[in-house]
C-alpha cells in the first residue's frame, strides 16, 4: 500500500513534482521550532499530496536541486532550517521531488536520497536532548525508506539490474533501530516496535528469515519497552509475522498462539488484513486437527481452503490431492503449500480411525484392535486409490506409526494392525507437539 501511496500522489500532481521551496522550508522550519511531530511527519513523507499553491513553485525547486541533496540542504539552511536538521529536510525534499516523478530512473535516486535523509535524521534525533516529540515523522520515514527501496528494486529489475535497495534499506532501518532503542528514555523508544515490524517486512520480502531471530530475541530484552504498551496495530504486525516464521519452523503450537493473538486482536473491518492472517492461521489449525466452519471460509474468500477440509473431514486423500493441485499456485505463493502436503497423514490417519472404527462393530471385542490391512486396502481404493497394494499398504501403515500418528505394530506375518488399546489414535495437537 505504502508503493501505491508514490504512484498515487505522481498522478495528482502530473508534471508538478515537488511542493514550493519556500512553503516547503517554512514547514520544515516552523516544525522544527515548535517541535511540532505531526508538522514534522509531513515534512518527511515522500509521498504526501501538496496543495496547488505549494506546486506552483516546484519549477524552481527542481531547477534549483534535483536530485542534490547538499544543494537542497544549502537551500533550507538558506531559509531558516537550522543545522543539522538541514541536511536531513535537504535530502527528504529531494526524496519527495523525486518519487513524485514516476520515472524509473528517479525512483532508484529517490531512494538513495531518502536513506540519506534517514542518517541525518538520526544525527539530529540524537542531538537533540528531548527527541521523543520526533516519533510522529520516524513512523512516516520508516515506512517510506521500506516503500521507496521496494519501488526502486522493481525499477532496477525492470531495467535489467540486480535489485539491491531492499537489502540496504535493511541496514538503514537497523541504524534508526539502534537510534530509538539507545535511550533510557521511555518516550523515546516509542517507535521500536514499528521498527522492527518493519524490519520483519523486508527480511520476509529478501526470504531473509534467520534475520528474525535477531528481531524476536531484542523485543524480549528487558530493555525493550513493555509489549502491552505498544499500539494494538503494532502488536497484531509483530504476533502477524513471529507465527509465520514459527510456522516454516514447524512450530506448530507457537505459530497457533501468535497467529490466534493477530487474528483475535486484528480490527474487524480490516477484512484483508484477517483474510491474510487466516491464510497461515488456517493451515496450521488444520495441522493440529481443527477444521475451520466453511461460513469462515467464505466470509473472508478462502475457498481454496474448503476441499482442503472436507479431505481432512472424511480421510479422503484423493480429495486433498485434487484441491492441493488446484489452489498449487495460491499455496505455493502464500508460502503453505509444503505445510498443507502435511497433511496428507493426517487424512490416512482420519481414514484408518474411520475403518478402526467400522471394524471395532463387526468384530468380536478380543479382536477389535486388530485390523486387517487388506481393509485399509479397501478403504484407499475407494479414494481412488485403486493400484496400491497391500506392501504399499503396509508401508503407509509404518510411516503412520513410525510419525506416531498411530500407536501400535504390524504383524508381517498375518498382514494385520494391530492397535493399542490405549489411545491407539492420539491426536495431532499431541503429534505436532514443538
Excluded at 221 to 227: A, I, S
Aim: hydrophobic letters at 40%.
Amino acid at each position: 500500500p505504502a508503493v501505491g501511496r508514490f504512484a498515487d500522489a505522481s498522478r495528482a500532481r502530473g508534471a508538478h513534482a515537488g511542493a514550493s521551496m519556500d512553503a516547503r522550508a517554512a514547514r520544515c522550519r516552523d516544525a522544527i521550532a515548535r517541535r511540532d511531530g505531526r508538522a514534522l511527519a509531513s515534512c518527511v513523507d515522500a509521498g504526501a499530496s501538496t496543495t496547488r499553491d505549494e506546486d506552483e513553485d516546484d519549477a524552481t525547486w527542481t531547477r534549483a536541486c534535483g536530485s542534490d541533496c547538499d544543494r537542497a540542504a544549502t537551500l533550507m539552511r538558506e531559509r531558516g532550517v537550522r543545522a543539522p536538521w538541514d541536511d536531513a529536510m535537504g535530502a527528504f525534499a529531494c526524496a519527495r521531488t523525486l518519487a513524485g516523478s514516476g520515472r524509473d530512473e528517479d525512483a532508484v535516486r529517490a531512494y538513495e536520497a531518502h536513506a540519506r535523509g534517514v542518517k541525518d535524521f538520526v544525527k539530529a534525533y540524537r542531538a537533540d536532548e528531548d527527541s521523543a516529540w520526533t516519533s510522529e515523522a520516524w513512523y512516516v520515514a520508516v515506512d517510506d525508506a521500506r516503500a521507496l527501496a521496494q519501488r526502486a528494486d522493481e525499477a532496477l529489475k525492470r531495467g535489467g539490474e540486480k535489485p539491491s535497495k531492499l537489502a540496504d534499506a535493511g541496514s538503514t532501518l537497523m541504524l534508526v533501530y539502534r537510534a530509538v532503542s539507545q535511550t533510557s528514555t521511555a518516550e523515546k523508544k516509542a517507535p521500536q516496535l514499528h521498527v522492527v515490524n518493519n524490519l520483519f517486512k523486508v527480511y520476509f520480502k529478501l526470504n531473509a528469515l534467520h534475520l528474525c531471530k535477531n528481531l524476536i530475541n531484542a523485543v524480549n530484552l528487558p530493555t525493550f519497552l513493555p509489549f502491552d504498551s505498544f499500539p494494538k496495530s503494532e502488536k497484531v504486525t509483530y504476533n502477524f509475522y513471529v507465527g509465520r516464521l514459527a510456522v516454516f519452523e514447524d512450530a506448530y503450537e507457537r505459530a497457533a498462539e501468535h497467529l490466534e493473538y493477530a487474528f483475535a486482536h486484528c480490527h474487524a473491518q480490516s477484512a484483508r488484513n484477517v483474510r491474510l492472517i487466516l491464510q497461515y492461521l488456517i493451515p496450521v489449525k488444520l495441522i493440529l486437527g481443527t477444521l475451520p466452519s466453511r461460513k469462515l471460509l467464505e466470509k473472508y474468500e478462502l475457498r481454496e481452503f474448503v476441499d482442503v477440509v472436507e479431505a481432512m473431514r472424511r480421510g479422503d486423500a484423493r480429495t486433498l490431492d485434487a484441491a492441493l493441485s488446484d489452489g498449487e499456485s495460491t499455496f505455493i505463493k502464500q508460502g503453505t503449500y509444503l505445510i498443507l502436503e502435511k497433511l496428507r497423514m493426517s487424512v490416512y490417519r482420519t481414514l484408518f480411525k474411520k475403518v478402526h472404527a467400522i471394524h471395532g462393530e463387526t468384530a468380536d471385542a478380543a479382536k477389535a484392535n486388530q485390523v486387517s490391512l487388506a481393509k485399509f486396502q479397501t478403504a484407499l481404493a475407494w479414494c481412488g486409490a485403486d493400484d496400491v497394494d497391500l506392501d504399499e499398504v503396509e508401508c503407509i501403515v509404518a510411516n503412520l506409526i513410525f510419525r506416531k500418528f498411530i500407536k501400535g505394530y504390524i504383524s508381517h506375518k498375518n498382514r494385520v494392525l494391530v492397535l493399542s488399546k490405549a489411545d491407539p489414535f492420539p491426536s495431532l495437537q499431541t503429534v505436532f507437539a514443538d
